[in-house]
């Protein structure tokens, strides 16, 4: 499958929050944008070393521009100081996608919880609901008032909008919105891991779609030695204790798509023919890791000796 890649030109930049800094990407020519649904998110390409993945947080419809929105955080690993600071108006940036591992499933009711930053997929996928005339609410939390992006847009949505901000109310009352929903109900929620974390105790893991911004804490097994046949190249690859599929696969020479490295954006996202993976990733829900259809080679690993992938 081939993925959009382009440079794009930083068409505006403005702070939707404290800390928060929303940028709108166009082609340098104007040409139209690959169309893209609710929970979607781009891989944006920093530098040589610095690839982040962003969610489209603007109108799905609007194919002259894409929107992003990036969270300031002191203490993160550079990617969004580099946005922060360097990413000026009209500059471009290479961005790859979108890719979509957070669709907004049909559904008569939604529950949506959002944590910070965690708004960005959940904002397009509000008006998405609205226009199917379903019924819906969002929680809504940050750590001040002032650092909850996009309260200017959801003001229209009025009272189904409930903004929680940390100092005034304390942490998000979940019971409120997730002890005795109603049947058909889906509960999307997006945010740090504490909050994604808190929402999985409560709902029912058939009824929840997360997206998880870091890895999930997760326990796994040892890793031991295994085999990978590559089934288009025909080659076999060992895969070392301490290795990854992706970094044995491409040891070998074989050109693999990835991005975050660790088991986050779907990037890697390869279909298993044979063997049995063990999943090690934050993206695939408990159904699709049970069919074991593919896996995300970056971080997955193999029960028993031998995998053969579509590679
Ligand atoms: S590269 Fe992101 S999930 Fe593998």
Known sequence: MTVYEAELVVDRREFAADGVLALTLRHPLGEDLPAWEPGAHVDVVLGPEL???????????DRSVWRIAVLREPDGRGGSA??????????KVRVRGPRNHFRLESAPRYRFIAG?????????????????GAEWTLLYGGRTR????????????????????????????LASVLDDIPDGTLVYCCGPGPLLDAVEERCPA???????????AQQVGESSE?????????RTVTVAPD?????????????????????????????????????????LTDEERES???????????RGGRLVLDL
């Open 82 to 91: 580099h946005v922060h600071e360097q990413l000026g108006q009209g500059d």
């Open 206 to 216: 058939e009824r929840l779609r997360v997206e998880r911004f870091s890895p999930k």
């Open 243 to 283: 290795v990854s599929v992706l970094d044995a696969v491409r040891a070998a020479g074989v050109e693999v798509l990835f991005s975050c490295t660790e088991g986050t954006c779907g990037t890697c996202e390869t279909d298993v023919l044979e063997g049995t993976p063990d999943h090690r990733d934050s993206v």
């Open 146 to 173: 002032n650092s909850i992006a996009f309260t200017g847009e959801l003001g229209r949505y009025g009272d189904r909008v409930t903004v929680a901000p940390q100092d005034e109310t304390g942490l998000l009352d």
């Open 51 to 61: 690839e982040r993945q962003y969610s489209l947080c603007g109108d799905p419809a």
């Open 292 to 302: 074991g259809e593919t896996m995300m080679i970056c971080v997955s690993r193999c």
């Open 116 to 132: 910070g930053i965690g708004i960005t997929p959940i904002l397009p996928m509000l008006a998405a609901a609205e226009a199917a």
């Open 226 to 234: 295994f085999e990978v046949e590559l089934a288009q190249s025909g």
